[in-house]
């Protein structure tokens, strides 16, 4: 059965050091399509987009993870976007990182 389509999508993007950063909150079902000085370039959703969170085991595990992965922690780091190219997903959407300024953005459902 095919997904409503009201749920939103709100982004923010930023332009710094010659990078493009794009956060991507609510509706992961999208994929995105910039341009940018050497061409046109689309970031597909997520794998598992669709897959609905993993229950937690007992009340003493935690929902979080911390950034290197190896204990549970109620916090995690800021993705560092000077490592990272491509599309990493979130818990609330996703983030796209492009290796140079995007001139042109647009959201397909």
């Not at 997520?46 to 929902?63: G, I, K, L, M, N």
């Not at 190219?85 to 818990?91: F, S, V």
């Amino acid at each position: 059965m095919a997904q409503s389509e009201t749920e939103p999508v709100t982004f923010e993007m930023t332009i710094d050091d010659g990078r493009t950063r794009i956060d991507v909150s609510g509706d992961r079902d999208t994929a995105v399509v910039v341009r940018s000085k050497s061409g046109e370039k689309i970031y597909l959703p997520p794998e598992d987009f669709d897959r609905p969170p993993e229950d937690r085991q007992t009340p003493y595990d935690s929902p979080y993870q911390s950034a290197d992965g190896t204990a549970d922690s109620p916090y995690r780091t800021q993705t560092d976007t000077t490592s990272v190219t491509g599309l990493e997903p979130t818990a609330d959407g996703y983030l796209i990182v492009h290796p140079e300024p995007v001139t042109d953005v647009r959201f397909l459902r």
